[in-house]
């Protein structure tokens, strides 16, 4: 390398079955300096890292754990295609970095044979030669570098052991541009191979040979698609070659699997030394225990509800939400202290600082439930969850790999839709994305907690259960319920299908790395933050405008304009006590104007508009109204009953006066309380069921990317929450009315 | 001949032949499922499904309906 010649950049891309460490790996040797983001049409994260070594900038690019490179999906096509530098906005890379897990050999060094396949410079990262140890089993890395005839560097990336020589190595591959493709298929199928190259290069002249081979190879028909576009004379070809090598022996597409493990077999022989007698090791003894159909499952619910626990307790998550609030209360404060009366100021409190705020709270039980799932991930364990609950998630056509986005979906749907990545069958995922926001998730607790505190009452049934956690719990329950029927039914009608194989590695037990866990926690709370400051912002300033427009103040307050100027002059002359009276009555009217103001603007009329549609729910036009507005965040329903029933907007779940007024509040011109524990119920099933978070809705846009997935979510489950809110309020009316 | 699904726990058994003919075998196979191949039954999940096998050295869980795919020696 000339000395004047400004060094370009290395571009080095990781590739890695799962559960081999590759995120730790990616994470020491970038630092912090790293960015996430997504490929567009598909949802495959993207991960990009860099570091200087030498002076020589190096980027990485970590895709996705895979434990093979056949392409049978656009998901899975993205990797291969950044391989081969096909991704557009993704430079081709200049080496490939594959991780294997030492203690894992045989299997991990499956897609070490793609790799050298595709032609690339490439370095094998031998992980977790300490748990290989334990396991009894010890690798000659010099001579197993000499076998593959590529360099070999032991690493402990979770202690960051290695990653000196690693980037040194990374480094020294700087200006070499490709390895001889090296093939472990017999002579008459690279013969074949070679032949349909030809053939596929006429035909699109970009085609590399990588993907002719699995052209032969797929027989799911997705590369035929993908590549020949409906081409017939090829797809003959394919067939009629495919008949023939099975014939003599060479069937597609078991022979990749026979010839590559073939080669591994090869590779490893006398390399790789186990002690005689497998030693039984720690991690066996804990599998025996933890997958015990009894044990285990004791312990699955030990730790599911121990996970909860610190989610939902004031303890942990509570503290810091309280700060939150605080946070925001005071910032709402500085504001109003700060700005003069008008719209700026109600846009910035009741709007933005409300509506962000209001889902902000949130953040610390996702983050404790994301540090939970970390380490459980981390350590081996979610694994055999999936494994346990698979039998039960198979009676409604899923896997048990649905279990983790649907459970964290309880603390928010955001999270557990993202989180619905590991299930790699596309409809198994869909079905996941679209029933995860029916899982009451952490903002239904302050709609729930408003109404069975202000009507269900404090009673226990048969003297032990109390009546109020009851109906809590039911509505919990009507969620799962709900989410198990749409299930079946996706399954059955929109979303037909074969059962996808559920076929997943049990990974060996071992402790959690805490930068792993760290890392994980900051990435998908910092995702969360981002919609909420993104998404929820732009809603609410649109619903927020909604309430405040049109805006006839002097019209509204003209009937009270004697009485204020009266209370007024009043106020200057009067003593302590009866300043505070009329400082009370002035802050009653100003509720009622503010009431008044919001009666009278769009939402309001809205309201009125939808009324003769939510009456058979037993609402009256202010709930309707207060529907509407929380469709940004179903906690805003709150609020905006708040306002609505001439409280001022500062009501919370636990606010008596807000329960006392709904209590109270009566039908227009009418002496019929419109609130009752019908109504109460149908309010709580309409907010357990329905679709009132736009965040979700936009969550799932983005991972299925098409609009057609969040406007059917948002639409069903508003359908079954409105005929759910209908049967419970009719039927309750029915028992409890008559 | 018998199928790995009709093991006993604990006992074990070599892969003479896979049924290729479904996807589930394609990714059984990636994962080192081949002929010739030792597999040992380690247990069954509470309500008897999945399978929990050893294989290559390491642990593996898959349906009985795929393990049905997959015809041990004799």
Not at chain 1, 139 to 156: F, H, N, S, Y
Not at chain 1, 602 to 631: N, R, T
Request: hydrophobic letters at 45%; one cysteine or more.
């Amino acid at each position: 390398m000339s000395v004047d010649a400004p060094a370009r950049t290395l571009n080095v891309a990781l590739v890695g079955n799962p559960n081999t460490g590759k995120s730790t790996l990616f994470h020491a040797l970038s630092g912090v300096r790293q960015k996430t983001g997504n490929y567009p049409g598909v949802t495959v994260e993207k991960k990009h890292g860099s570091f200087t070594y030498q002076g020589q900038k190096v980027t990485l690019i970590d895709l996705p754990g895979t434990y093979s490179l056949a392409p049978r999906s656009p998901d899975e096509m993205v990797t291969v295609d950044v391989l081969l530098g096909r991704q557009a906005n993704e430079a081709k890379p200049n080496a490939v970095l594959v991780i294997v897990d030492a203690s894992n050999l045989e299997r991990n060094l499956y897609i070490v044979s793609q790799v050298k396949e595709l032609g690339l410079p490439m370095i094998v990262a031998l992980n977790m030669v300490d748990i290989a140890q334990e396991k009894g089993i010890s690798i000659d890395g010099a001579k197993l570098q000499e076998r593959l005839e590529i360099p070999v560097v032991p690493t402990q990336a979770n202690r960051r052991g290695g990653m000196d020589r690693l980037r040194e190595t990374i480094v020294s591959l700087s200006g070499q541009e490709s390895i001889e493709p090296q093939s472990p298929f017999p002579e008459e199928f690279r013969e074949k191979v070679a032949q349909l190259n030809a053939k596929l290069q006429a035909q699109t002249p970009d085609a590399p040979r990588y993907l002719a081979e699995r052209l032969l190879l797929d027989t799911s028909g997705y590369l035929e698609t993908e590549l020949l576009h409906g081409g017939h004379e090829l797809h003959n070809w394919i067939v009629e070659t495919r008949n023939q090598l099975a014939e003599i022996g060479q069937p597609v597409p078991a022979i990749e699997a026979i010839s590559r493990y073939q080669w591994v077999q090869q590779s490893l022989d006398g390399i790789v030394t186990r002690e005689t007698s497998r030693k039984v090791s720690w991690s066996d003894r804990f599998d025996q225990i933890l997958t015990d159909k009894i044990a285990g499952t004791i312990f699955f619910i030990l730790v599911m509800s121990l996970m909860f626990m610190a989610v939902f307790s004031n303890y942990s998550a509570g503290i810091f939400m309280g700060l939150i609030e605080d946070g925001f209360e005071l910032l709402a404060n500085g504001v109003n202290a700060v700005l003069p009366d008008g719209a700026l100021k109600s846009l910035l409190t009741d709007g933005v600082i409300a509506g962000v705020g209001g889902v902000l709270v949130f953040l610390p039980q996702i983050c404790i439930l994301f540090f939970f799932i970390a380490i459980l991930e981390d350590c081996g364990y979610l694994a055999r969850a999936a494994y346990l609950m698979d039998k039960l998630f198979s009676k409604v056509g899923l896997s048990g790999k649905s279990f983790i986005p649907l459970l964290s979906s309880f603390a928010c749907a955001i999270p557990g839709i993202m989180a619905a990545r590991v299930i790699e069958n596309r409809r198994d995922r869909l079905i996941t994305i679209l029933v995860a926001p029916l899982m009451s998730c952490s903002a239904r607790m302050p709609v729930y907690v408003l109404l069975t505190g202000a009507f269900i009452p404090d009673e226990a049934l048969l003297g032990f259960f109390p009546l109020q956690v009851l109906v809590m719990l039911s509505m919990y329950l009507l969620g799962i319920l709900a989410a198990v029927g749409v299930a079946f039914i996706l399954r059955k009608t929109i979303l037909p299908g074969e059962t996808p194989p559920f076929v997943m590695e049990l990974p060996t037990y071992k402790l959690p790395s805490i930068t792993g866990v760290f890392w994980v926690v900051v990435e998908k709370g910092w995702a969360f933050v981002k919609r909420a400051g993104t998404l929820i912002f732009a809603m609410t300033v649109i619903i927020w405008a909604l309430s405040y427009f049109p805006r006839n103040e002097s019209g509204v307050e003209a009937p009270f304009a004697d009485e204020i100027a009266q209370l007024k002059q009043q106020r200057t002359g009067a003593d302590e006590q009866q300043a505070e009276q009329i400082d009370n009555r002035l802050a009653e009217i100003q509720n009622e104007i503010d009431g008044e103001l919001l009666r009278n603007s769009f939402l309001g009329m809205a309201g009125h508009w939808i009324e003769p549609v939510v009456k058979p729910l037993g609402w009256d036009w202010k709930i309707g109204s207060a529907a509407i507005a929380s469709f940004p965040a179903r906690e805003v329903i709150i609020s905006t009953m708040g306002v609505l029933y001439n409280l001022g907007g500062e009501e919370d779940e636990e606010s008596e006066s807000l329960k006392d007024t709904i209590k109270n509040a009566k039908w227009h011109q009418s002496e019929e309380n419109v609130f009752n524990i019908p109504v109460a119920l149908s309010i709580m099933v309409f907010f357990a069921l329905c679709a009132q978070c736009a965040a979700t809705l936009a969550v799932i846009k983005r991972e299925t990317n098409s609009w057609r997935w969040p406007i059917f979510t948002f639409s069903y489950m508003t359908v079954l929450a409105y005929l759910g809110a209908l049967v419970t309020y009719q039927v309750s009316a029915f028992f409890l009315l008559s | 001949m018998l199928k790995l699904s009709e093991l006993v726990v604990g006992e074990q058994g070599v892969i003479a032949s896979i049924d290729c003919s479904s996807v589930a075998a394609t990714r059984l196979m990636e994962m080192g499922m081949t002929p010739g191949c030792q597999v040992k039954l380690v247990g069954t999940a509470p309500f008897g499904d999945p399978l929990e096998i050893e294989i290559r050295g390491y642990r593996l869980s898959l349906r009985r309906s795929e393990a049905d795919l997959v015809k041990l020696e004799s």
